[in-house]
């Protein structure tokens, strides 16, 4: 201060004046508890700051710069970054995340910084210091774990809440997570120095589900022009750039035929054309050898001009700096002019400029790339590739590919003699799988994760074959045959096991179920697709303990659930397997119910849950969860009517409700299992299970049924049959909701209706202590209840009163008591009979977080099993139909499953009614992507032949 004047810094921008004292006034109090919106930085590098300030003015002051340190207490030191996406070029891209109204990406050239980042947090995993709670505040550069993969990541501090949590966005890749202050570890000094490597790019006009589609894509490519992107893949363009400015599209990419794969455990002759610094060998067939050269004298008489524009991905031509001949090849890397290529018919790589990228012709496209990639089993470093090369190189050979600890890898061989050369890979023998199948409580199947590409081609090929196929008219017990699978009408490849006159049981070698069909329906299987050329994808695996599990639905529900995760890996001892997620055994002991257990409460039954209140409640007795159905046994004297009630059930005792959805809560088998011919009669097959109603009904009978949410009995019409219940219609009241009854609610036409329901009232009165007078008070309030269809029941004071045979306590489940579930008591009530029309009842817009809290335990837990239950499929249309008052990003995540399953689902019995419901009640939108899904040909074709499918197929 001088004279009246005072020199001041304006703390949330940085600049100074002087001002004059009695122009300043004090700061309020609420004010001087925000920070300082300015950071004091002294410059890296920079000599010339007036000719720096006056480049950034240029850039309208957009800059980027990267903290690298801390000089003095207040004053940080920063470098300057280069843009990553510059203005108006294309830039090769991976998209790290989806989020609102844009992407994050991670330009290419930066994957190599990012993968070399990663090691360096990993390497010093062990040694990384929690960040103090006194030291956590937005803008915190910090390392933390993510919870999906237990990986460390570089992040920042975006929001500081209450309670020592935070939310942290993980800079190399966009995405956010909560956590707690304790899970925050210092960054190393020298990982501050490197920028953060993903780049938000906002995307204008694209749906996020249609985003999600290009995560970890190759090929993609990214326009920014005035700040908004568009991202390209192939020939397909994802927003535009400006209105005023529609981006150049893309190039028309000229793609080769598909490569071909080696049938593995067979020696195929060829020669190794290339030895790769990374341990990788490129090997060509002799079969592909003659093509080769015809293809390589065509090249030589071209003279191509070079390409307009170069991309990622790119299919072209270039000549060879050491002989200067023509090949082709694929660009694999673009940075400013300088372009990395792949040779696709010798495996090696070099640098060119853009003006060395040349066109191909369409003739030379016929031809797959001649040269395959080959994993040695054995491995070496780069001092030992001229040893390698010495022995692989200038001979004829033979390599026999082989699935050893989970990969797939190569032994190189002149005549019966293996090359020997650098190390064994270590075998580990823990490979990652999938569940395929259980056959019983004791015996699964799986399919490693390295056989899947395999498995999907080897698919292809049967698909593409339907009409090439002959009749095996050999057939023996051990023959391998060709077979379409009942419940998809697919072909697949599988053993016979059991023979009975003109009868065969099938084995889905693939798959691992079983299938009873008749001789004549098999096809010989190719000789190219036998088993010893494509070995059976599915791996045949016995459970530790498994003799001592109860065999029954609800053990192997929880079987499902504990083997149905993301990174399950096996290993093998014997024939046993030790499963594990995560590198976390599972321990079946905890989970199973085992034969000599006579209780066990419904939370064991299911995988681990988080502590809830009014648990206990929920753990009470598992008939809770499901519908009214058990009454006492009536020992008072019973009218005429009451006799003729009793006597029109067939039995002196009402029959429990049973519904499919429920057996995972009772022991008590809804129907027999019928064991196959010469198997165990603990093996379940998909044909084994068959209701003693099946033969009884069929659609279109009009029959009296009863209805047990509402307790009344009504003539309805049977729309759909299922093996143990029967969806029933009202075509004379349109108000009258369908609804699923149980086989065992139906009865014949000619019932006296309202007596009937008269005397079930009186019955329950008796059974629950109420006067006569009481029962016909609620006849007539339930006959004002079916008048007014289920308005009332979409409130948010619903409720559904279920009572036990066992005890005369009533449990009410109010929507307050389901917003405090666990997402797996929530499901599980949901596929239960009365739990899914329950549900049902309470979808509706004034219950919006119910609805919103419904779809996120279906996302948790397993969507693909509501879809396709009997009963939780008719829950999720439900939701389909109130759609629109989901939060957006609930609306992609439901979607997401349905389109992704698209084919599974239209084929499932259950399944295909929430596919038609996406289709029919959804906007233009999300119909667009079911549209796209029914333009291949093989899933339309698999729709038409399906009796499910073709109601798919036509709306």
Avoid at 522 to 547: C, T
Wanted: charged share 25%.
């Amino acid at each position: 201060m001088e004279g009246g004047l005072a020199c001041v810094r304006f703390v949330d921008y940085g600049n100074m004046a002087m001002l004059d004292t009695g122009d300043l006034r004090n700061v309020v109090e609420k004010d001087a508890e925000v920070k300082q919106q300015a950071i004091q930085c002294r410059l890296e590098g920079v000599k010339n700051m007036v000719e720096w300030e006056n480049k950034v003015a240029r850039n309208e002051y957009k800059v980027m710069l990267v903290c690298c340190g801390v000089e003095d207490r207040n004053v940080a030191l920063v470098r300057e970054v280069g843009q990553k996406l510059v203005e108006g070029e294309k830039t090769p891209v991976v998209v790290t995340h989806v989020s609102h109204e844009g992407v994050w990406v991670t330009p290419v050239k930066q994957m190599e910084l990012l993968n070399k980042t990663m090691d360096q947090l990993e390497a010093r995993r062990g040694s990384l210091k929690r960040v103090e709670a006194a030291k956590i505040h937005e803008g915190r550069l910090a390392v933390a774990k993510f919870s999906e993969d237990g990986q460390l990541y570089r992040c920042v501090v975006d929001s500081v809440q209450e309670k020592g949590t935070m939310v942290v966005r993980y800079v190399d890749y966009g995405n956010t997570e909560p956590l707690v202050f304790g899970e925050l570890l210092e960054l190393p000094d020298d990982l501050l120095t490197v920028p953060p490597l993903a780049v938000y790019v906002k995307v204008e006009g694209v749906e996020n589900v249609k985003l999600e589609g290009l995560l970890d894509q190759e090929g993609i490519s990214v326009l920014v022009v005035q700040g908004v992107g568009t991202l390209f893949l192939g020939n397909e363009v994802f927003g535009i750039a400006h209105k005023g400015t529609v981006p150049p599209l893309p190039i028309t990419t000229l793609a080769l035929p598909p490569p071909l794969i080696l049938p593995l455990n067979r020696h195929i002759e060829g020669v190794v054309v290339h030895v790769s610094s990374s341990g990788a060998v490129w090997f060509t067939p002799s079969s592909l050898a003659p093509l080769l050269d015809e293809l390589m004298d065509q090249l030589a008489l071209l003279s191509p001009s070079p390409v307009p524009r170069v991309e990622v991905g790119q299919v072209c031509t270039t000549r060879f700096s050491l002989d200067g001949e023509l090949y082709r090849a694929m660009v694999m890397e673009m940075s400013e002019d300088r372009v990395k290529v792949l040779f696709l018919d010798y495996g090696n790589t070099e640098t060119k400029i853009k003006e060395e990228i040349l066109e191909i012709s369409e003739d030379s496209l016929n031809l797959p790339a001649a040269a395959m990639l080959i994993l040695p089993a054995r491995s070496f470093n780069k001092e030992q590739i001229e040893e390698v090369e010495k022995l692989l190189y200038g001979t004829k050979l033979t390599v026999k590919q082989a699935i050893e600890g989970g990969k797939e890898v190569g032994r190189f061989f002149i005549g019966t003699k293996e090359i020997i050369f650098g190390e064994e890979r270590s075998k580990d023998d823990t490979a990652a799988v999938t569940l395929s199948y259980i056959e019983s409580i004791s015996i699964v199947w799986v399919t490693p994760l390295a056989a899947l590409d395999r498995l999907d081609v080897l698919m292809g090929q049967l698909a593409d074959m339907v009409d090439k196929l002959v009749p095996d008219t050999s057939v023996v017990v051990g023959s391998t045959v060709v077979a379409r699978y009942t419940e998809d009408n697919e072909l697949y490849r599988a053993t016979v096991v059991e023979m009975v006159d003109t009868k065969v049981t099938l084995l889905f070698v693939d798959f691992g179920n079983y299938q009873e069909c008749l001789t004549s329906s098999l096809y010989a299987l190719p000789i190219e697709m036998s088993l010893e050329r494509v070995p059976a994808a599915a791996i045949k695996v016995k459970i530790p303990g498994g003799e001592e599990w109860h065999d029954n639905e609800k053990n192997r529900v929880v079987l499902e659930n504990l083997l149905e995760k993301e990174n399950l890996t096996l290993s093998m001892n014997d024939e046993i397997g030790i499963f594990s997620v995560h590198g976390d055994e599972i321990d079946f002991a905890e989970f199973l119910k085992s034969k000599d257990a006579k209780t066990q409460r419904i939370d064991r039954d299911l995988v681990p849950q988080k502590h809830i209140p009014m648990k206990q409640t929920l753990d009470q007795e598992p008939e809770c969860l499901r519908e009214e159905a058990n009454l006492s046994t009536v020992t008072a004297p019973v009218s005429g009517l009451g006799k003729c009630l009793a006597d029109a059930e067939g039995d002196k005792e009402r029959v429990a409700d049973q519904s499919t959805g429920d057996q995972g809560m009772s022991d008590q088998a809804l129907y027999e299992e019928e064991a196959a011919p010469g198997l165990s009669p603990d093996k379940f097959k998909a044909t084994a299970a068959r209701s003693r109603y099946s033969d009884r009904w069929t659609v279109g009978d009009r029959v009296v049924a009863y209805e047990s949410v509402n307790k009344r009995r009504r003539v309805r019409v049977i729309h759909e049959l299922y093996r143990s219940e029967a969806y029933v219609i009202c075509p004379e009241e349109p108000g009258v909701r369908p609804a699923l009854v149980e086989m065992s609610h139906l009865k014949p036409m000619g019932m006296p209706v309202d007596a009937l329901n008269k005397v079930q009232d009186a019955l329950v009165g008796l059974g629950t202590g109420r006067r006569p007078e009481d029962s016909q008070e609620g006849f007539q309030r339930n006959d004002s209840i079916n008048a007014t269809d289920t308005t009332q029941n979409n409130t948010a004071t619903s409720a559904i009163t279920m009572t036990t045979s066992s005890t005369t306590s009533v449990m009410t489940m109010t929507p307050s008591l389901l917003l405090m579930a666990t997402d797996e008591d929530l499901c599980t009530f949901a596929r239960s009979g009365a739990g899914s029309r329950y549900l049902q009842t309470l979808v509706s817009p004034e219950n919006k977080k119910l609805c919103e809290k419904m779809v996120s335990s279906i996302l948790a837990s397993n969507p693909l099993r509501m879809m396709t239950n009997p009963v939780g499929c008719f829950l999720v249309q439900k939701i389909l139909g109130y759609f629109y008052i989901l939060p957006k990003s609930q609306q992609f995540e439901l979607l997401a499953p349905i389109i992704s399953n698209f084919s599974r689902l239209s084929l499932n019995a259950y399944g295909y009614h929430v596919v038609l419901t996406a289709i029919t009640h959804l906007g233009p939108e999300q119909r667009e992507c079911f549209i796209l899904e029914l333009e291949n040909y093989v899933t339309l074709l698999s729709l038409l032949k399906s009796k499910f499918g073709t109601f798919v197929a036509q709306a």
